[in-house]
């Protein structure tokens, strides 16, 4: 899915999905579970499998990122214009694809 946007070409992205099948069994027989569906398991390739051999315990970006910077929080106030590095809002974005995001306080009038 994320290799296209990378630039990565249609073989390439066969040999990367034949390569995070293969980490996905090596896990399976360290870890003693199918990791392979887990979401978050072959992001960053695979670097969410890597971290859940040592212990990890994945979870979702936007929940991470949330506990600590309190983001929900944010959009009870009106901002003047947000400045966003993301490409572009997706068909990914709602499935956990965080924004890197600068948002400007609104400007206090004197």
Known sequence: MYGPQKGATPEQVDMLAASLERLAQVAQ????ED????PGSGASGGLG???MLFGTTLRARAEAINEYFEFDQVF?????????????????????????S?????FALC
């Open 29 to 32: 027989s360290t870890l003693g």
């Open 49 to 51: 499998t890597g971290l």
């Open 35 to 38: 990791i392979s569906q887990t």
């Open 76 to 100: 009870e106030n009106q901002w003047d214009f947000v400045i966003t590095a993301e490409g572009s809002l997706d068909f990914q974005s709602p499935n956990g694809k965080v924004s890197q």
């Open 102 to 106: 600068f948002i400007v306080a609104p």
